[in-house]
């Protein structure tokens, strides 16, 4: 019988007749496997102001889509000064035309959170997710994203994809919240490789583990995951998130 662990995280729903440790060690074994399978020369932006400018954008986007308009926002505007100094409505506007959806909220967004950074903080963007979170337009997985990909930091971002997969995984239990697969990741798998996921998972998710009709039979974690022997289904992880 699998132990389950102290603290706010426990093994319910999601054991598969495994300890905790071995979790761990199951899931160190998946990171490595999806560091070797989705090698990344330079994971870091380095530009945490541009990086956070692009998460607004992509919220609810595709990523060509997004990377074009960020691009030509840049392009257009340049930097913080000027973006901050843009109206409202015109950055909307340009947002609008670029075929930008939440084109209002996020041209708000977009100047405001410029605003902020440059009277509070004098031009630089914090490098607390605290702090992130407060600006607008940035939830906790825009906040990770700045501080992995714009900082360098370690940082598990869990979008869409991490969240899926994880759960396929059995790396966190099926029904809850990205706030509460982040703490599953962050306690399963060792600090200095927190910034590998986001990224892996995500060219996972497009290739092989997709959101419909994950491709199990050529994936290279098959031999490690529950949902490729039946023990977690996309039923158990669709529907509510409550916990
Ligand atoms: S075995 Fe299937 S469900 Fe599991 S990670 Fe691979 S593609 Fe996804």
Redesign the pocket.
């Known amino acids: 019988m699998a132990e389950a662990k102290s603290g706010s995280l426990s093994l319910d729903m999601f054991t598969f007749d495994e300890s905790w440790e071995e979790k761990k060690k199951r899931a160190e074994k998946i990171v490595e496997i999806l560091m070797e399978t989705y090698p990344r020369e330079k994971l870091l932006i380095g530009d945490p102001y541009r990086t956070l400018i692009h998460c607004i954008i992509s919220q609810r986007m595709r990523d060509e889509v997004t990377y074009k308009v960020w691009r030509e926002l840049f392009r257009k505007y340049g930097d913080i000064e000027r973006i901050a100094g843009t109206p409202v409505e015109e950055m909307q506007e340009f947002l609008r035309k670029n075929g930008v959806g939440l084109w209002k909220t996020k041209g708000e967004w977009i100047v405001k959170a410029s605003r902020i950074i440059l009277e509070e903080y004098g031009g630089k963007v914090p490098d607390d997710i605290k702090e992130l979170m407060e600006l607008p337009g940035i939830g906790r997985k825009c906040a990770n994203i700045v501080l992995a990909y714009g900082f360098g930091r370690q940082a598990i971002p869990v979008d869409t994809h991490v969240n899926r ?1 994880s759960k ?2 059995g790396l966190a239990p099926p029904r809850v919240q990205p706030e509460k697969v982040e703490e599953y990741l962050a306690e399963l798998i060792p600090y200095e490789k927190w910034i590998y996921v986001n990224h892996a998972m995500v060219d ?1 998710g497009k290739r ?2 997709n959101p419909i009709r ?3 039979s050529e ?1 290279p ?2 031999e490690l ?1 529950p ?2 022997r039946g023990l977690v289904t996309d039923a158990d992880i669709k529907g509510n998130s409550k916990k």
Request: net charge positive; hydrophobic share 35%; aromatic share 6%.
């Open positions: 997969i396929r995984l996972h092989i583990c994950p491709k199990c994936c974690l098959r995951c949902y490729a």
